[in-house]
């Protein structure tokens, strides 16, 4: 368990899928290019079995934003994209209604 002032340290933000590319050498990871209004973040996400790049090009996603920088088969992530876990098979999070890009999650 954690407490509500620790949940209040992640930084939650809604972003834009602006680019989606599979990773040479890998069948599950992709590289996004994510737009957070004031800034635009790489990304890798273990998704690439369950959607295809062109499928998720400008889906609204939630992203955790203060994670540290990642290492990702050479790739530095900057970042997460929250999913749902539907027996296994991940479900992207986004809002039901369009808002800004950069909005923070309460």
């Known amino acids: 368990m954690i407490n509500f002032e620790d949940f209040q340290k992640i ?3 809604v972003g834009k899928i602006l680019k989606a590319e599979r990773v040479e050498n890998s069948e599950k990871l992709l590289r996004l290019e994510v737009d957070l209004g004031e800034e635009k973040r790489e990304i890798v996400a273990g998704i690439g079995k369950y959607y295809a790049p062109e499928d998720i090009l400008e889906k609204e996603v939630v992203v955790v934003c203060n994670l540290e920088p990642k290492n990702i088969m050479g790739i530095e992530s900057h970042g997460m994209i929250l ?3 539907n027996n296994g098979e991940p479900v992207l999070l986004g ?7 950069g909005a923070k999650i309460k």
Request: proline residues 8%.
């Open 11 to 13: 930084d939650l933000r």
């Open 83 to 85: 999913a749902a876990d």
């Open 95 to 101: 809002p039901d209604k369009e808002v800004f890009l």
